[in-house]
């Protein structure tokens, strides 16, 4: 095939070169207008359509199809003249596996971007999540296979490469030796994404807390997944970690969590009225949701008593403020109304001055 091509037996033919440059140019002009046809037709039954989803998918689609088109018009035109096929059929082994990928990936782009849009109108927080995740690992997995698969086809068509291919074959075993320890970490970060996707340990938009790190997971891809702290700090962890090692999902079925405020006091504090004043500012909250909102002694030490004040919320967020909110407020009551139920364990300078002044 590359032989029929070679620069160096070209006996330049102006006219024919002239010739095949109008119909390349005829080729091409008319590819251009079926394609703007036939993608106008399409877009204005896509804008008729109630969804966004139809008009997504001519978008992304119609770059790789206009050249793929062109590409055809210029395979038709090289059938009938043998300057152009002799071009054509040099360059075909490389263009039109590239072409095809293109389409093929942004198929699934398309796809991915359409999922994602149809899972932003769902009314259940935990499906979308769960919808995204999927469809983010899945359409990534199936954009690197493509990828991959396009430049094995295109190097294949070179003739070194093959022959290099041929030659590896003929030492499988020690080739497939090689590229089992080359492509270990390849295979292990696309094993554990597969298994993300479809165990969903975690997905995008959950709260975690891993090595120490708590935030949301903001992307997930095939080697790592980004986790975003509160204050806008990415943390980068490995996939297997998650699959490998413990970590906390605060958002794994709902939002709706109980936190703790814990307050240490001084023994011979009252608890009655503490606990009705936490009975009494708890409802005036709008992030408390109802479900929890109690008072306990959980622990009585020789120099201090333990009170831990259980509260929930709908969301992370609110509860997160609920509870500073309960923090301060309960803090200030008792300094206000029972300073003596605060621990001070501070010697004063006056006290100090009277204790010398006593010896």
């Given at each position: 095939m590359f032989e029929r091509f070679d620069p160096r037996n070209w006996s330049i033919a102006w006219d024919e070169v002239v010739v095949a440059a109008v119909a390349i140019a005829i080729a091409v002009v008319i590819a251009f207008v079926i394609h703007k046809i036939v993608f106008g037709l399409l877009g204005r039954l896509a804008r008729r359509s109630h969804s966004d989803v139809d008009e997504l998918v001519f978008d992304r689609l119609a770059r790789p199809i206009r050249w793929s088109v062109v590409a055809i018009a210029i395979a038709a035109v090289a059938q009938t003249n043998p300057n152009?096929?002799?071009?054509?059929?040099?360059?075909?082994?490389?263009?039109?596996?590239?072409?095809?990928?293109?389409?093929?990936?942004?198929?699934?782009?398309?796809?991915?971007?359409?999922?994602?849009?149809?899972?932003?109108?769902?009314?259940?927080p935990i499906a979308a999540r769960s919808r995204r995740t999927r469809v983010a690992i899945l359409s990534r997995t199936a954009g690197f296979l493509i990828v991959m698969l396009t430049v094995a086809m295109m190097l294949l068509a070179i003739p070194g490469v093959r022959d290099v291919g041929v030659t590896l074959m003929a030492s499988a075993g020690l080739a497939?030796?090689?590229?089992?320890?080359?492509?270990?970490?390849?295979?292990?970060?696309?094993?554990?994404?597969?298994?993300?996707?479809?165990?969903?340990?975690?997905?995008?938009?959950?709260?975690?807390?891993?090595?120490?790190?708590?935030?949301?997971?903001?992307?997930i891809r095939m080697s790592f997944v980004i986790v975003r702290t509160w204050d806008e700090r990415a943390i980068v962890v490995p996939t297997s970690?998650?699959?490998?090692?413990?970590?906390?999902?605060?958002?794994?079925?709902?939002?709706?969590?109980?936190?703790?405020?814990?307050?240490?006091?001084?023994?011979?504090?009252?608890?009655?009225?503490?606990?009705?004043?936490?009975?009494?500012?708890?409802?005036?909250?709008?992030?408390w949701d109802g479900r929890t909102g109690e008072l306990l002694m959980t622990e009585a030490y020789p120099e201090s008593i333990e009170l831990r004040i259980a509260v929930s919320a709908a969301?992370?967020?609110?509860?997160?403020?609920?509870?500073?909110?309960?923090?301060?407020?309960?803090?200030?009551?008792?300094?206000?109304?029972?300073?003596?139920?605060?621990?001070?364990?501070?010697?004063?300078?006056?006290?100090a001055n009277a204790g010398v002044q006593g010896e």
């Open positions: 152009i096929r002799a071009v054509w059929e040099w360059i075909a082994p490389l263009l039109v596996p590239a072409l095809v990928g293109w389409v093929a990936l942004s198929l699934v782009r398309a796809f991915a971007a359409a999922m994602q849009m149809r899972s932003e109108l769902s009314s259940d497939a030796l090689a590229v089992g320890a080359a492509a270990q970490p390849a295979l292990k970060s696309l094993i554990a994404g597969m298994q993300m996707a479809l165990t969903e340990p975690l997905r995008i938009g959950d709260l975690v807390v891993i090595e120490g790190f708590s935030g949301r997971v903001e992307e970690s998650f699959l490998e090692k413990s970590f906390e999902n605060w958002s794994r079925e709902s939002e709706q969590l109980t936190g703790a405020v814990f307050l240490h006091l001084d023994p011979a504090a009252a608890v009655a009225p503490i606990r009705a004043e936490f009975e009494s500012y708890l409802p005036t909250r709008a992030e969301t992370i967020p609110d509860l997160w403020t609920l509870r500073c909110a309960v923090r301060e407020h309960m803090i200030e009551w008792l300094r206000t109304e029972m300073p003596d139920a605060l621990i001070r364990h501070r010697l004063g300078v006056e006290d």
